[in-house]
């Protein structure tokens, strides 16, 4: 009979790839650990995991086994948290993650009030880039995540909480800081200041600006930057090097000096949905409700709705 231990040690190993690590997260110890799990593998009669490589892999038959032991501790969870809701309210520890483009514009709108008017809950946050935040969810890692949509990932969901337009940031010195606004295809993509790769916004931005507009036979950029963050890029163009494109809730917390170097864009205007993103069904809903309601109360009323001016662009592609 497979037991609720078991299971914990199973994803455990699944997750921290070493047996390990598995142990040490566990509070027992390896032998202990592999013991039950050679247990499970003899009841089963299939070998989950391939020993043989460095970090453990799963065998096929043990990725669908895992999935299922995944699935099976979130149901077993999601009836912990309705007792735990009927005797203490809104309760627990909410696990979230956000892609590093909006945490430090977005979380500082919504995480104080929520913490203060539930002072029984806590919340751990991680700053992630999607992809392994999808991992992250996956792996049950995270209870939710929030990002740049749309995915059109089979096992994720997706609920959309609100839209941000893209405005351009000119250094003082660029050939487009005499233009009041500008288009899409006045920027070329190689006269950018973009984010690492790993950021699914310098993807959207590269989408956004593929042209050079009448004064590209300007010299070639002398500084190329692929910057770790946004505030990064956003210092550099405010130093006098290049342009980049920047949301909506960065630019409400630049400085005056910095604000001066925005140019609105003509329409369509390239915009990005944000979206509340989760695996699986049923588990901690109640507090997901709330996190979704903080957040919309945090964000300003003009971008809970898609204008018809705005495109959004496609994070798939990124």
């Known amino acids: 009979m497979i037991t609720h231990t078991q299971l914990e040690y199973l994803v455990a190993v699944d997750r921290y790839g070493s047996f390990s690590k598995a142990a040490e997260h566990c509070f027992i110890t390896q032998p202990t650990l592999s013991m039950q799990i050679q247990k499970l593998e003899g009841e089963l009669g299939v070998a989950l995991f391939d020993r043989s490589k460095k970090p453990v892999q799963t065998t096929p038959i043990g990725r669908r086994v895992i ?69 992250a969810l996956r792996r049950d890692a995270l209870d939710a995540g929030i990002a740049a949509t749309p995915l059109s990932i089979k096992d994720i969901n997706e609920t959309p909480l609100f839209y941000e337009p893209l405005h351009g940031l000119v250094a003082a010195n660029h050939r ?13 993509a190689g ?9 699914c916004l310098s993807g959207q931005l590269i989408q956004a600006c593929t042209g050079g507009g009448e004064d590209s036979d300007a010299d070639p950029a002398r500084l190329q930057f692929i910057g770790g963050s946004l505030e990064a890029v956003i210092r550099m163009v405010a130093s006098g090097h290049g342009a980049t494109l920047i949301p909506e809730l960065a630019t409400l917390t630049l ?18 949905q944000v979206s509340l993103i989760t695996h699986g069904e049923g588990i901690k809903t109640r507090l997901l409700a709330l996190l979704r309601d903080a957040i919309l109360a945090g964000v300003p009323g003009h971008l809970k709705q898609k204008d018809p001016a705005w495109t959004v662009m496609d994070v798939r592609a990124a």
């Open 191 to 199: 006269e950018m200041l973009l984010l690492d790769g790993g950021h």
């Open 255 to 272: 400085p005056t000096d910095v604000q001066a170097l925005l140019h609105p864009f003509k329409e369509p205007i390239p915009a990005r």
């Open 176 to 188: 487009l800081s005499r233009h009041p606004d500008i288009a899409r295809d006045d920027i070329a």
């Open 67 to 135: 999935q299922q032991a995944y699935r099976a501790l979130r149901e077993l969870a999601g009836v912990a948290e309705v007792v735990r809701d009927a005797r203490e309210g809104v309760s627990g520890e909410l696990r979230l993650g956000i892609i590093p483009t909006l945490g430090p514009y977005l979380l500082p709108r919504f995480i104080p009030d929520l913490l203060a008017d539930h002072p029984k809950l806590r919340i751990a946050v991680r700053e992630i880039v999607t992809a392994d935040m999808v991992d």
